[in-house]
């Protein structure tokens, strides 16, 4: 398995990319952003994700975890601000077993199973 990265800039935007057997992972920002933070965020996605994916980045594994992939992004960046850069800490979020885990912190099929439930207990207490 190869895996390589690189920076390229056009058109005022900083694009830092990794490649891995037959996905491209790519982080982009502003031509101010400082390349080492983009650097960064993009080995934190890859090692997360290699890490849900037991070291098998590969598009099949990836489409099968896609569920634990977004949850990754979805902990990791908020409207453009970093928000954790532990691959540890983003890997842990997607293994919650908890029944009660907060909506805000639950995959989008696990929060429409949750609504769903809810509405069905208050229609049917009323």
Known sequence: HRASGDIVM????TCVYRS??????????SATENE??????????Y??????????????TLYANIEAVMLIV???IDG????ESDP?????????TDKDVPISEQTLSQAV??????FRRTLLSS
């Open 74 to 76: 979805d902990e990791m």
């Open 80 to 83: 453009g601000i970093i928000l």
């Open 113 to 118: 199973n949750s609504a769903g439930g809810f």
């Open 88 to 96: 540890a800490v983003l890997v842990n979020g997607t293994r919650s």
């Open 10 to 13: 056009f058109d005022g935007i």
């Open 20 to 29: 891995n057997v037959d996905l491209f992972f790519y982080v982009f920002g």
């Open 47 to 60: 090692d997360a994700i290699s890490m849900v994916l037991r070291d098998m980045v590969e598009t099949s």
């Open 36 to 45: 080492l933070i983009l650097a960064s965020v993009l080995n934190t996605l």
